[in-house]
């Protein structure tokens, strides 16, 4: 149990440079900075969406401040490594407490994330907020291994499906609101109105992600799940599952077509006509 | 009493054979051996999988695996690392080695029941390695194995006997979990020698005495889930399996099962989880910045406060799991709330570090160039956290890469770092002889730059939309173009596997030919270092060391020595610490 040091120690024998690592934790900080804002000027698909938009704005936003904190981190780290090492009979400080430093660092992340609960509680109620009743309707269906949609008819409803009924989309024969529906494996939206997603599964969980509208919902089994969205440009966006459903995964890569309401007329018309 | 006590470690010691020695051992370091070598092997089995899966993801078109063994693969990676490796290393290699020397105490409570739990975990490897021979091969559902996919055996290729014998293995580790976590907690709330009061304790034994309180309540849960899985799969019962699936053409009879039930236990037991990996480590590293910078750990009662907090948090933020999962939005709300809240206590900790590192005296010894590490992939993985938890920011980016390297930097590989620290750190204590410092840097500069070259990258994805669990991106237009990042992830990632090997060989060598350790080799200040490298059976010839004062008095103004140990009475004329 003596505890007196006898002739050098694996202690003091060890190196005594920091200057390797403390330049790689600054180089490697810069680095991840640069990359990431590479990745989100060049790689982040731009928003198409309305909400879209206002969730990669306030990904941005704490983009901004936890690269701050990370280099802040960083700069400290690597500094005191290069700066402190162990020199000569130099001693370290004894310094165990100091409250009003602990408070300050405990009190402004406090803040800050009050600050972001509520920015994101806002944003999210707004993305949730229930879609007005003129809102263009669609059913997406996935399953093992691909994706399909339906559309109602000139009713404006869908009609009720069944999994276990031998036909088109599953729908139920009995109930008249199905029998004008639109199926077909294309997924139109409609731009700048306000597009109601009804997501449906006929095996395992999938979930419906359109990278470039910044939105993804999973696909529950037994259930109805929707994404509420408004597409802000034309085009056609890649859609892709997910969640993993088996071993065809990877291969459930989809088109979403957002068209002007004239194109989408025309369209349904024109399946109507088959 | 202590005469007696000292007759009958006397007795026992020499009763021992081979076999209750080294293998149906009930000695606490024996027991924490086997846990951490037992880990150390899975992790090996473990990063081999993630080599092959990395390399068929690098260059999808030479096709080194089929899409199920591409599943099969990511799942035992997912499962062996959360389950085979980080929670046996830290709650069980290290709580059982370094608890009772740490605490002052000759044993855990309960040796016998220790040694079940190491049996019991070893026994739980055994249905998982063979699901790997089995028809369909191991599970493909993930580590998460949300039914219906992992219900159904129409569902996948691993849905069959592979994910069944996934199920049993997960159970059966639950129950050594238990076994494990009780034994834990009663040791330090009860076995503490004289003068170790809960606030003298080092962060290590906090740590560890938080996630042992985890897991005592979260495993059960985890157990009952996966029990209730077996159920709908063998005896036909609908817990999370609803009405109406038709799966590949197949009409299925199960009724009235909701498949969110399983996602709400399993994060209920999940999300701890993390914590419970992450928190001994944090333990670890602080023990070893203190060590190595010649300082006391700053901020230690706020040290331990916020191990608190973030346990108790710990219980209320799984839903973040769920955000998009089609649970009622309200309750996302509340989830994001307590998830940014967590970011407190984990700032004040990283901000106490850096403090203590603050014009100490800095040893860039392996152990501390691993606990550094630690401090650097903390804050690298946990600041996405903030983008992860805010309910709204998290749609797109939920089950997309920036997910996979928010939580391998935060709780996969600065857990691992933590554990390479402690091994670094007490290798002289468990084996009386010291690692390699030259290999220790290999090892260490190996698996800092892969680290980094493998999981920043994986932000850039995510960032991209690239999502999880896909065997060949190339059918998504918006990720093909990505795969020369794809493949310099691949290559960091052999970096990583790499340094494991140097670890490896480091261990073997030095085991047999490394340099001797004195019982202070690291000039440390707790319980542990007291005592002969390795300790003797019941951990110390004579007496159990009394405590005087708290685990981090270094460089005390007007001490003869940078350091007080515990163990030794006041000096003169030095102030007393807490």
């Known amino acids: 149990m003596e505890a007196t040091p006898q002739a050098p120690s694996p202690l003091e024998e060890t190196q005594r440079s920091g200057l390797a690592l403390g330049l790689v934790v600054w180089v490697f900080s810069l680095l991840g900075v640069l990359g990431a804002l590479y990745a989100r000027w060049a790689w982040t698909p731009h928003s198409v969406t309305v909400e879209g938009a206002s969730i990669q704005h306030l990904f941005d936003v704490i983009l901004a401040i936890i690269l701050v904190a990370f280099v802040l981190v960083h700069l400290l780290l690597g500094y005191f490594i290069v700066r402190y090492r162990a020199r000569g009979s130099e001693s370290a400080l004894y310094f165990p407490h100091h409250t009003a430093l602990e408070v300050t660092y405990t009190a402004v992340p406090a803040v800050v994330m009050v600050a972001l609960s509520v920015a994101g509680i806002l944003l999210w109620s707004r993305v949730h907020a229930a879609p007005p009743p003129d809102a263009f309707v669609v059913e997406v269906r996935g399953e093992q291994f691909g994706w399909s949609a339906r559309y109602p008819g000139p009713d404006g409803k869908l009609g009720r499906v069944d999994n276990r009924i031998q036909r088109p989309f599953n729908v139920d024969p009995e109930d008249p609101a199905g029998r004008d529906d639109v199926t077909s494996p294309e997924i139109y939206l409609v731009v700048n109105r306000p597009n109601r997603i009804l997501l449906r599964t006929r095996d395992v969980q999938h979930s419906f992600w359109v990278p470039a509208f910044r939105l993804k919902k999973d696909l529950l089994p037994g259930a109805t799940t929707e994404l509420v969205l408004t597409p802000t440009q034309r085009g056609e966006f890649d859609l892709a599952c997910a969640e993993l459903c088996g071993v065809g995964h990877y291969t459930m890569a989809g088109k979403v077509r957002v068209v002007t309401q004239q194109e989408f007329d025309r369209w349904l018309r024109q399946q109507g006509r088959r | ?578």
Not at chain 2, 320 to 328: D, E, K, L, Y
């Open chain 2, 1 to 578: 009493m202590a005469a007696a006590a000292e007759a009958r470690v006397h007795a026992e010691v020499h009763r021992e054979s081979f076999w209750t020695r080294y293998v149906f051992s009930q000695d606490h370091k024996v027991i924490g051996l086997q846990y951490l070598l037992t880990s150390l092997f899975m992790a090996l089995v473990g990063g081999a999988l993630a080599m092959v899966f990395r390399t068929q993801l690098a260059w999808p078109q030479a096709g080194v695996l089929k899409a199920d063994q591409y599943l099969a693969a990511v799942s035992m990676h997912g499962t062996i690392m959360i389950f085979f490796v980080l929670t046996p290393a830290l709650l069980g290699g290290f709580a059982n080695f370094l608890v009772p020397l740490k605490i002052g105490a000759r044993d855990m409570a309960f040796p016998f029941v220790n040694m079940l739990s190491y049996w019991v975990f070893a026994l739980s490897i055994v249905p998982l390695v063979a699901s790997f021979f089995v028809p369909g091969g191991p599970l493909n559902a993930g580590w998460t194995a949300y039914p219906p996919l992992s219900a159904l055996p129409q569902a996948a290729p691993g849905s069959g006997l592979g994910q069944t014998l996934w199920l049993l293995s997960i159970a059966i580790f639950c129950v050594s979990s238990l076994l494990g976590s009780l034994n834990y907690i009663t040791t330090i709330l009860v076995m503490r020698t004289r003068g170790m009061s809960l606030l003298r304790m080092p962060l290590t034994v906090w740590g560890i005495f938080v996630a042992a309180v985890l897991a005592l309540l979260t495993f059960p849960v985890l157990m009952a889930a996966g029990i209730l899985l077996l159920f709908d799969r063998l005896a036909g019962t609908s817990f999370f399996v609803p009405a109406g699936l038709v799966v590949g053409g197949q009409v299925i009879q199960h009724t009235g099962g909701n498949p969110l039930l399983w996602q709400h236990l399993f994060w209920f037991f999940g999300h701890p989880e993390v914590y419970i990996v992450i928190l001994p480590p944090m333990g670890i590293v602080s023990d070893v910045i203190a060590n190595f910078a010649r300082k006391p750990v700053f901020g230690y009662p706020a040290m331990v406060a916020s191990m608190l907090a973030i346990g108790i948090l710990s219980f209320l933020v799984w839903g973040h799991h769920m955000f998009v999962s089609g649970m009622h939005p309200l309750l996302g709300t509340g989830f994001a709330v307590t998830t940014l809240l967590i970011a407190v206590p984990s700032a004040v900790k990283t901000f106490n570090w850096l403090a203590t590192l603050w014009r100490g005296k800095l040893y860039y010894s392996t152990a501390m160039l691993f606990a550094l590490g630690f401090v650097s992939l903390f804050v690298a993985g946990g600041l996405t956290g903030i983008h992860l938890g805010n309910a709204p920011v998290d749609i797109p980016l939920h089950d997309t890469y920036y997910v996979v390297g928010h939580f391998h930097l935060v709780m996969g590989t600065a857990a691992v770092f933590g554990i390479f620290a402690g091994i670094y750190f007490w290798f002289p204590k468990m084996f009386g002889r010291l690692l390699d410092e030259g290999l220790g840097r290999v090892h260490f500069w190996l698996t800092l730059v892969g680290v980094y070259g493998t999981f920043f990258p994986m932000y850039y994805l995510g960032m991209a939309g690239m999502h999880r669990r896909i065997y060949d991106y190339r059918a998504f237009p918006f990720l093909s173009h990505l795969q020369p990042l794809q493949v310099f992830i691949t290559l960091s990632a052999f970096l990583i596997f790499a340094g494991g090997l140097v670890l490896a060989y480091n261990m073997l060598r030095s085991l047999a030919a490394g340099r001797p350790a004195d019982p202070n080799p690291w000039r440390g200040t707790t319980l542990e270092w007291s005592t002969k490298s390795p300790p003797p059976h019941h951990n110390w010839h004579g007496e159990v060391p009394e405590v005087y004062r708290g685990p981090y008095e270094y460089s005390v103004p007007g001490a003869s020595q940078d350091y007080l140990p515990q163990w030794e009475p006041q000096p003169a004329g030095v102030r007393a610490g807490h």
